[in-house]
């Protein structure tokens, strides 16, 4: 008995830090597999165009003071918004390039270090969201983004706050497991860090195992 099913989309997250070059090399990758003839989709978070976006845009520009607790779930609230829209995509076999997801929503509300507030704390809103098929992590030292151009503009873009999230980071994937993380070196020229990006990715692109949800910290 033979089912040719339609595979569906694919997941893939892409995290770091900021001035890690998420977003171009985001932007590279969705070229690079539209070209190949793949439905491809991208998507960022925060989103800052929907009702709780206006809320996080104007707490990042440091317009607006927010409680860190009220904040942290509003970052998660502006991800469940979506999340019907990307399980739909998905099974219509859409695959979706995320731009920053649960993991840069638990670090850096956990970097805070307000002791009401710990990474586990932090993690729970976001259990039964979306687990991606595949998180691509690229991976640079504090010192390295402080270098690089724009840095220091808005909330949480200071040498302190930054080396807080790497750790973070580094706890973070090491305690949830079960899923695929890649760590990509992003010193490297833009190009080069592309192809990786691309080959980490070309193995994960016929998905026929269910999509999971992210489950509790361990
Ligand atoms: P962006 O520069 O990628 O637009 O992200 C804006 C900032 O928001 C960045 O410093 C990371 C931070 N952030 C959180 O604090 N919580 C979250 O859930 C997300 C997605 C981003």
């Known amino acids: 008995f033979h089912e040719d099913v339609k595979a569906r989309g694919v997941l893939i997250v892409v995290e770091g830090l900021d001035r890690a070059g998420k977003t171009v090399q985001c932007q590279l990758l969705l070229d690079a597999l ?16 929907s009702l709780t976006g206006k809320i996080i845009n104007g ?9 860190d607790h009220s904040i942290h779930l509003l970052f998660s609230a502006n991800r ?6 990307i399980r739909s995509d998905l099974s219509n076999g859409i695959t979706i390039i995320v731009d920053r ?32 098929d ?3 992590f690229l991976s640079i030292s ?7 151009g724009g840095y220091g503009e808005e909330r949480y873009e200071t040498d302190a706050m930054q080396s807080k999230v790497r750790h973070l980071f580094e706890r973070l994937l090491s305690m949830n497991h079960g899923h695929d993380v ?18 980490s990715t070309l193995g994960h692109l016929s998905e026929r195992k269910p999509l999971e949800t992210f489950a509790k910290l361990r």
């Not at 539209?34 to 165009?49: A, E, L, M, S």
């Not at 586990?120 to 809103?125: D, G, T």
């Not at 504090?142 to 690089?148: G, L, Q």
């Open 142 to 148: 504090s010192e390295e983004t402080a270098k690089r």
């Open 59 to 67: 707490y990042l520009q440091g317009q607006a003071q927010q409680d």
């Open 34 to 49: 539209q070209q190949r003839g793949h439905q491809v989709k991208y998507i960022k978070f925060p989103d800052r165009n």
């Open 182 to 199: 890649h760590l990509i070196d992003a010193r490297f020229p833009v190009d080069q860090v592309a192809k990786e990006l691309l080959n």
């Open 101 to 132: 997801y649960s993991y840069s929503g638990a670090v850096y509300s956990a970097a805070k270090e307000n002791p009401d507030l710990s990474l586990e704390w932090a993690w729970q809103p976001e259990v039964g969201l979306p687990r991606p």
């Open 134 to 136: 595949l998180l691509l």
């Open 80 to 85: 469940w918004e979506a999340a019907q829209r």
